[in-house]
């Protein structure tokens, strides 16, 4: 028999490389993944905090449907990794039974942040562990079921207004069994009264609605995160009282012909499933609680430096990790877990390499090229540095989620976004960094110093766009300048992501007046707008307010123009090397007479005011508003301006 004398050493290297790879996976590139989703769970509970910081001022703040809003967006998308859970943990295995035969089970909670206007804390209730029916004074408190199943009842009072008088049978009932003026029954309507299973949608309670007496009873081991603005507190009159629901509402209905309501309430509806008496009791002797340290990713409470992004310390000892012990139960689904953050389809390949940023511009183009990549792609620590912020923002793309907050926003061509949409979108863009988009300042584009010769060529690029809404950025290199253009009934959100750019913005002073009238002179001193000297009907005058004339410098907020307001018609010149993204509701159409309108602004208001003070139409005009208004007067779309597309190349989006 013949033998192959390489083959033992082959062999032998094929197991030693193959031992390599494993212990690889094993070690650097799981210690890699965990630290990059700890960074991202970081930076998602960094955001959390940041929100109720900005939202809960004082103890007596109760938010606003707009801040409400964002924070049930921000924790509707909070992961268990985001405070360092799993279900991997031994606590949450469905093999695992917390409540012992003839045991109550403890239930634990560990503080995140506490102030006197919030606190953010953490709830695990093992299976069959009962909070029992309390309530919540004067507080707002958001309510989002990490991990596990739990069944919910809330009550709020029938008339919150009222409190329980001893003295009056048909306002509260004294107790069969007591008559202690402490322990009156009130009546309750109830509220919720359902089982619920994470991932699930947050719950928020009022201090007189929504449900803001309940009761949690644990069908599986739970995690529940809680934001309580403002926190329990003794010294301030809001201690928890505790309820029994446990008389029916029959039981002391009132049963008098001559009355209008029950309970001395009047005109309450006699929907008798949905009403009982509530009558306040001692903390229940069998509640077992017990709080234990956070030890989930840090937050930072210093707004001049970010949170660390060290990898978290591992959790409380009474939440083992399953794989630590060998109970493999409950594995975490990842499939599971990245449909319920819609982790777009590319994202895991963008987990393993940088993502691609944007392509150059065609070589006809003059002006500095945007360049497409990373920089200095030979140096292996940018590329490094580069992909481990990919890698954070992974999870849950930046892009990914300003894309369906867009589409969830722009539902037609018409839509002008309510309050509270707008500021979820500001917020989303607020927090927009280059990365995000695939950028960086290390980029060529960004780094010159010298005007480009002869007038700069601006580039685009599109993200996205359908017809209810566009995505894009635009690039305007040193000295370049987007002329004065409108948006005609559109609603543009505006964010400068990097370089230094002058904007200057007007608004109709009339915006009803859709033409101007071609048949009045600018000296009748009757007319609403002032014919030009070449007397070209296409060529008025129409009167603007200015709006903005300001320099801004990335990072900045957010600018939100609408159909007549807020500087709908707006002129950028870059300082500085400029990145915006714009997100345009609904985007230029010529089909649909959206189409792209040059303005000059070079007429002064004073060329046209008119002695007795009325101005296009407008009496009473103050003196002081001279410079503030202006006449502007439509052109062609001027031959210098130079623009050309490029492909977008950043972190892609999904639209499944």
Same mark, same amino acid.
């Given at each position: 028999?013949?033998?192959? @004398?390489?083959?033992?050493?082959?062999?032998?290297?094929?197991?030693?490389?193959?031992?390599?790879?494993?212990?690889?996976?094993?070690?650097?590139?799981?210690? @890699? @993944?965990?630290?990059?989703?700890?960074?991202?769970?970081?930076? !998602?509970?960094?955001?959390?905090?940041?929100?109720? *910081?900005?939202?809960?001022?004082?103890?007596?703040?109760?938010?606003?449907?707009?801040?409400?809003?964002?924070?049930?967006?921000?924790?509707?998308?909070?992961?268990?990794?985001?405070?360092?859970?799993?279900?991997?943990?031994?606590?949450?295995?469905?093999?695992?039974?917390?409540? +012992?035969?003839?045991?109550?089970?403890?239930? /634990?909670?560990?503080?995140?942040?506490?102030?006197?206007?919030?606190?953010?804390?953490?709830?695990?209730?093992?299976?069959?562990?009962? #909070?029992?029916? +309390?309530? +919540?004074?004067?507080?707002?408190?958001?309510?989002? &079921?990490?991990?596990?199943?739990?069944?919910?009842?809330?009550?709020?009072?029938?008339?919150?207004?009222?409190?329980?008088?001893?003295?009056?049978?048909?306002?509260?009932?004294? !107790?069969?069994?007591?008559?202690?003026?402490?322990?009156?029954?009130?009546?309750?309507?109830?509220?919720?009264?359902?089982?619920?299973?994470?991932?699930?949608?947050?719950?928020?309670?009022?201090?007189?609605?929504?449900?803001?007496?309940?009761?949690? /009873?644990?069908?599986?081991?739970?995690?529940?995160?809680?934001? &309580?603005?403002?926190?329990?507190?003794?010294?301030?009159?809001?201690?928890?009282?505790?309820?029994?629901?446990?008389?029916?509402?029959?039981?002391? *209905?009132?049963?008098?012909?001559?009355?209008?309501?029950?309970?001395?309430?009047?005109?309450?509806?006699?929907?008798?499933?949905?009403?009982?008496?509530?009558?306040?009791?001692?903390?229940?002797?069998?509640?077992? %609680?017990?709080?234990?340290?956070?030890?989930?990713?840090?937050?930072?409470?210093?707004?001049?430096?970010?949170?660390?992004?060290?990898?978290?310390?591992?959790?409380?000892?009474?939440?083992?990790?399953?794989?630590?012990?060998?109970?493999?139960?409950?594995?975490?689904?990842?499939?599971?877990? $990245?449909?319920?953050?819609?982790?777009?389809?590319?994202?895991?390949?963008?987990?393993?390499?940088?993502?691609?940023?944007?392509?150059?511009?065609?070589?006809?183009?003059?002006?500095?090229?945007?360049?497409?990549?990373?920089?200095?792609?030979?140096?292996? !620590?940018?590329?490094?540095?580069?992909?481990?912020?990919?890698?954070?923002?992974?999870?849950?793309?930046?892009?990914?989620? &300003?894309?369906?907050?867009?589409?969830?926003?722009? @539902?037609?061509?018409?839509?002008?976004?309510?309050?509270?949409?707008? +500021?979820?979108?500001?917020?989303?863009?607020?927090? %927009?960094?280059?990365?995000?988009?695939?950028?960086?300042?290390?980029?060529?584009?960004?780094?010159? /110093?010298?005007?480009?010769?002869?007038?700069?060529?601006?580039?685009?690029?599109? #993200?996205?766009?359908?017809?209810?809404?566009?995505?894009?950025?635009?690039?305007?290199?040193?000295?370049?300048?987007?002329?004065?253009?409108?948006?005609?009934?559109?609603?543009?959100?505006?964010?400068?992501?990097?370089?230094? %750019?002058?904007?200057?913005?007007?608004?109709?002073?009339?915006?009803?007046?859709?033409?101007?009238?071609?048949?009045?002179?600018?000296?009748?001193?009757?007319?609403?707008?002032?014919?030009?000297?070449?007397?070209?009907?296409?060529?008025?005058?129409?009167?603007?307010?200015?709006?903005?004339?300001?320099?801004?410098?990335?990072?900045?907020?957010?600018?939100?123009?609408?159909?007549?307001?807020?500087?709908?018609?707006?002129?950028?010149?870059?300082?500085?090397?400029?990145?915006?993204?714009?997100?345009?509701?609904?985007?230029?159409? #010529? $089909?649909?007479?959206?189409?792209?309108?040059?303005?000059?602004?070079? #007429?002064?208001?004073?060329?046209? *005011?008119?002695?007795?003070?009325?101005?296009?139409?407008?009496?009473?005009?103050?003196?002081?508003?001279?410079?503030?208004?202006?006449?502007?007067?439509?052109?062609?779309?001027?031959?210098?301006?130079?623009?050309?597309?490029?492909?977008?190349?950043?972190?892609?989006?999904?639209?499944?």
């Amino acid at each position: 028999m013949k033998v192959d @004398r390489a083959g033992p050493t082959t062999a032998a290297k094929r197991r030693r490389v193959s031992g390599a790879v494993r212990t690889r996976e094993r070690g650097g590139v799981t210690r @890699r @993944r965990v630290q990059a989703d700890s960074h991202a769970g970081a930076a !998602s509970l960094q955001r959390l905090f940041q929100a109720c *910081r900005h939202i809960f001022r004082d103890p007596g703040t109760v938010p606003a449907p707009d801040h409400v809003h964002l924070l049930r967006a921000l924790l509707d998308r909070m992961r268990p990794e985001d405070v360092g859970l799993s279900p991997d943990l031994k606590f949450f295995s469905s093999t695992s039974v917390a409540a +012992h035969q003839g045991r109550t089970p403890t239930i /634990t909670h560990t503080t995140i942040y506490k102030c006197p206007n919030f606190s953010m804390v953490i709830l695990f209730l093992p299976r069959n562990a009962v #909070i029992p029916l +309390h309530n +919540h004074p004067g507080m707002t408190v958001f309510s989002k &079921l990490l991990l596990g199943k739990m069944h919910i009842k809330s009550y709020d009072w029938a008339d919150p207004h009222q409190l329980p008088d001893p003295s009056a049978s048909s306002c509260s009932c004294s !107790s069969s069994s007591s008559e202690d003026d402490n322990h009156q029954l009130r009546l309750a309507r109830l509220g919720v009264d359902d089982v619920f299973t994470a991932p699930c949608d947050t719950s928020v309670l009022y201090p007189t609605t929504g449900g803001n007496m309940h009761r949690f /009873t644990a069908i599986d081991p739970c995690a529940i995160i809680d934001i &309580l603005g403002p926190p329990y507190s003794i010294e301030e009159d809001r201690d928890c009282t505790y309820y029994t629901d446990d008389i029916p509402y029959t039981h002391h *209905r009132h049963h008098h012909p001559t009355a209008d309501g029950v309970g001395g309430l009047a005109g309450v509806e006699q929907d008798e499933g949905r009403l009982a008496w509530l009558k306040e009791i001692d903390m229940p002797a069998e509640l077992k %609680m017990r709080s234990v340290h956070y030890g989930g990713p840090p937050i930072s409470d210093n707004r001049a430096s970010p949170p660390r992004t060290t990898p978290p310390p591992s959790f409380p000892s009474f939440l083992p990790s399953a794989r630590a012990t060998g109970d493999r139960s409950m594995k975490l689904d990842r499939a599971a877990v $990245e449909e319920h953050v819609q982790v777009p389809a590319g994202a895991a390949a963008a987990k393993r390499r940088p993502t691609p940023v944007l392509p150059e511009p065609p070589a006809a183009a003059s002006g500095p090229a945007v360049r497409a990549g990373v920089a200095r792609r030979g140096q292996r !620590s940018r590329r490094r540095r580069v992909q481990a912020d990919n890698h954070a923002g992974a999870p849950a793309p930046a892009v990914q989620r &300003l894309f369906q907050a867009c589409r969830h926003v722009f @539902r037609g061509p018409g839509t002008v976004p309510a309050p509270d949409h707008v +500021h979820l979108l500001r917020a989303l863009l607020d927090r %927009m960094r280059p990365e995000d988009v695939g950028l960086s300042p290390d980029l060529k584009f960004f780094r010159a /110093t010298d005007a480009a010769l002869g007038v700069p060529t601006i580039t685009h690029t599109t #993200i996205y766009k359908c017809p209810n809404f566009s995505m894009v950025i635009l690039f305007l290199p040193r000295n370049a300048v987007i002329p004065l253009h409108n948006h005609p009934g559109m609603t543009v959100f505006s964010k400068l992501v990097l370089g230094k %750019m002058h904007v200057k913005s007007y608004d109709w002073v009339d915006p009803d007046q859709l033409l101007p009238d071609p048949s009045s002179s600018s000296s009748s001193g009757s007319s609403s707008s002032c014919s030009s000297s070449s007397s070209d009907d296409t060529n008025q005058l129409r009167l603007a307010k200015l709006v903005v004339d300001d320099v801004f410098t990335a990072p900045c907020d957010t600018s939100v123009l609408y159909p007549t307001t807020g500087g709908n018609m707006h002129r950028f010149t870059a300082i500085e090397p400029c990145a915006i993204i714009d997100i345009l509701g609904p985007p230029y159409s #010529i $089909e649909e007479d959206r189409d792209c309108t040059y303005y000059t602004d070079d #007429i002064p208001y004073t060329h046209h *005011r008119q002695p007795n003070g009325s101005v296009g139409g407008l009496t009473g005009a103050k003196q002081e508003e001279g410079l503030r208004l202006a006449w502007l007067k439509e052109i062609d779309m001027p031959a210098e301006l130079k623009m050309c597309s490029v492909p977008y190349g950043g972190p892609p989006i999904s639209d499944k």
